[in-house]
């Protein structure tokens, strides 16, 4: 219920200040625009003004100030919002304009130093745990952890700039579209939302579900976007007129725990959590048209083969099925387990089949011949660090710590896996061996993440962190308690580039396998140097084409980018492009991926670039004969091309209405 007054320098006879005369606890405290004033702000929405005052004239004069100087208090102002606390200030000493939100949702701007209203709105009936004020005081930001909500309003003209809320609960599911701009996500509130990756904003939001969301897929065309739920229904969202089209119910109530959409969108599996079977429908009809039984426990993960032809499940009976939808046989290949079957992956190349187990490992297994190709040990690999009620030391507690969620890589070379611990592990598939891992949050208010614990926490009764709070607390009722930071869903982009994490209480964590390229040299010769490329290919002899195969071997991403853009002529692409080495084309591709997005990015030769490599036959061959490496960058640049095409297409569309408009006047 004070504020303090420190000195961040040595000031000559300064002495720490204590400002007192609060009820409640101070929340904020700042000096005001005259630098005379100092302003402090209690919870009970108390505005307590002090004065910087000269000792003989009782004058307001700066601080600091050479002569005896005193600070008093000569008024209390007040906000006058009923029944509610302050919990949120921003001030902006440009206007001298302070905006406040309270624990009703309500938030308010108002003018200094006469507290004069100026405008206030209600947006929820929660708490607001911040805010903020631009430096040009037209914009408030204004954020809610209860909703995960974040809100930017433009006072002035009373309208919103930005509106944005994240799964009011823990989220539960994720997946990536086609082309890699989307990300679906489902929650623990019931909600489906669709976020873009290029900008971190989610831009549609579904509530139809009336239980948790447990799984959501994308259909191939990116158009759809199929959610599951313990309410028992399964349903399909058009994201071109945002709306439910179809939902599909078991005959009986179920609980849907996974979801598989086949690759031609038209098959829709579900698999359940308390009758053991899996739901067959067809998203044309929305009729269902088989119940595949044959599994002991709990359905936990389900997912088709990339050509179609095959439906791999996982089951809490140890076993994983492989099951064939499209015939009449009903004969299913099960795959032993010697623990409980969390969660199943397909290579992309579908010959291969990844599933993790409750024991930590991941096993591998080959899908012609139905034998096991391999395993991973991964329990220490995931393993965290020490809960504050563990009793044995965090390399010795790695029991029950195991991988919920696996996915392969694009080009099937890597393999991520999450799960009921703050790390992630990328393993090289062919070595078996762990690349890197990833520990999601550092943030220590959460659970688990020292991996040594001081013993003086811990008391007859259990660790002090844990125990109720004081006889002197508000609400004697509480508990405190520490989530533990936890990766339910990882998913791997199509393009390759980057992987999500669906973190249970961090919200939707991305990220990018691509960080910038200093060296990486291909091929390379030792007289190939940065000197040779640009003084002697590029001035002396004006070979372009000899230039760029050399900067591609060197793999010095700002070599590639020079030689890149001193083509003088965009009508000489083509000859290059047809000259280029084939074992170049995958090279070029990447760097035009990597730079095409880029703010100064020349569209039109990235475009010509692109339309002279995939058109010339040879290339075509290349690229036909080694498909599964060329299929991650290709899906970059469609991304990338058809996020230009919105962009430059909307510009467009916009300077033809305006000439128009112009030519008629």
């Known amino acids: 219920m004070s504020a303090k007054l420190y000195s961040a320098d040595k000031i000559e006879g300064f002495e720490p200040t204590v400002f007192m005369g609060h009820r409640r606890a101070v929340i904020a405290a700042w000096f005001g625009k005259d630098g005379k004033s100092i302003y402090t702000v209690s919870e009970d929405g108390a505005v307590a003004e002090r004065k910087h005052k000269s000792v003989e004239t009782g004058e307001e004069v700066e601080f600091p100030s050479k002569m005896p100087t005193k600070w008093s208090t000569p008024r209390h102002l007040y906000f006058h919002i009923n029944e509610a606390s302050v919990t949120s200030i921003g001030y902006n000493e440009r206007h001298d304009m302070v905006v406040a939100g309270f624990s009703n949702g309500v938030f308010g701007l108002w003018e200094l130093p006469s507290l004069q209203k100026i405008q206030t709105l209600s947006i929820s009936q929660h708490v607001l745990n911040t805010a903020a004020i631009n430096n040009s005081g037209e914009w408030l930001a204004l954020g809610s952890s209860k909703l995960g909500q974040l809100l930017v309003w433009e006072w002035q003209s009373e309208s919103y700039v930005l509106k944005q809320q994240g799964h009011t609960y823990d989220m539960s599911a994720a997946a ?8 679906a996500t489902g929650g623990d509130d019931g909600k489906v939302k669709v976020w873009q990756t290029g900008t971190g904003y989610c831009f549609v939001t579904f509530s139809n579900h009336s239980a948790s969301v447990s799984d959501v897929v994308f259909t191939k065309n990116s158009q759809v976007v199929v959610s599951a739920s313990l309410d028992g229904t399964v349903r399909a969202f058009d994201l071109v007129r945002y709306r439910n089209f ?4 078991a005959p009986t109530p179920v609980q849907f ?12 599996c579900a698999g359940c959590k308390d009758s053991f079977e899996i739901y067959v429908w067809s998203m044309q009809t929305g009729r ?3 119940v595949l039984s044959g599994h002991q426990g709990p359905v936990s993960a389900l997912e088709f083969r990339s050509d179609g032809l095959q439906l791999a499940s996982s089951s809490w009976d140890k076993t994983v099925c492989l099951w064939d939808v499209f015939t009449r046989s009903k004969a299913v290949e099960k795959l032993a387990h010697s623990f409980e079957v969390l969660s199943v992956s397909y290579r992309p190349d579908c010959k291969a089949l990844a599933c993790s187990t409750l024991d930590g490992s991941i096993h591998f297994w080959d899908v012609a011949t139905g034998v ?3 395993s991973i040990e991964g329990q220490k690999d995931i393993a965290g660090g020490r809960k504050a009620s563990d009793l044995r030391a965090s390399k010795n507690s790695t029991f029950g710590k195991c991988f919920t969620s696996v996915v392969y890589s694009a080009d099937g070379k890597l393999l991520l896996g999450g799960g009921n611990t703050n790390n992630l592990c990328l393993y090289h598939v062919d070595s078996k061996a762990l690349v890197k891992n990833f520990q999601l949050c550092n943030n220590f208010s959460f659970d688990a993440m020292l991996d040594f614990l001081n013993s003086k926490d811990m008391t007859s009764a259990g660790p002090n962190q844990l125990l109720p709070p004081s006889k002197n607390s508000h609400d004697i009722s509480k508990r405190s ?16 580039h980057q992987f999500c994490v669906a973190a249970s209480n961090l919200g939707l964590v991305i990220y990018s396998l691509d960080p910038t390229i200093y060296f990486d040299p291909f091929d390379i010769d030792i007289e190939i140097t940065p000197d040779y490329i640009i003084n002697d290919l590029l001035v002396s002899q004006n070979d372009y084409l000899k230039a760029l ?16 853009n001193a083509i003088p002529d965009v009508n000489q692409v083509s000859h290059y492009a047809s000259q280029l080495p084939s074992n170049y084309i995958l090279r070029l591709l990447s760097f035009i991926v990597s730079v095409f997005d880029e703010p100064a990015s020349k569209i039109q030769l990235h475009l010509t670039w692109i339309s002279c490599i995939l058109m010339n036959s040879k290339n075509f061959s290349q690229l036909k004969a080694n498909s599964f490496d060329f299929i991650p960058t290709l899906k970059a640049l469609k991304k990338s091309v058809a996020k230009s095409l919105d962009e430059v297409g909307t510009l467009c569309d916009d300077n033809i209405f305006e000439l128009n408009r112009l030519s008629t006047l």
């Open 176 to 183: 990536y579209s086609g082309d890699g701009q989307y990300i």
């Open 246 to 249: 179809r939902t599909f119910a």
């Open 549 to 564: 195969v050399c900067s591609l071997k060197l793999g010095e991403r700002g070599i590639i980018a020079y030689v890149y």
């Open 372 to 374: 096991s190709s391999g």
């Open 481 to 496: 308690t520490q989530k533990a930071v936890t990766s339910r869903a990882v998913r791997f982009s199509p393009s390759n």
């Open 288 to 290: 269902l048209l088989d």
């Open 257 to 268: 725990s996974c979801l598989a959409v086949d690759g031609s969108g038209d098959i829709v």
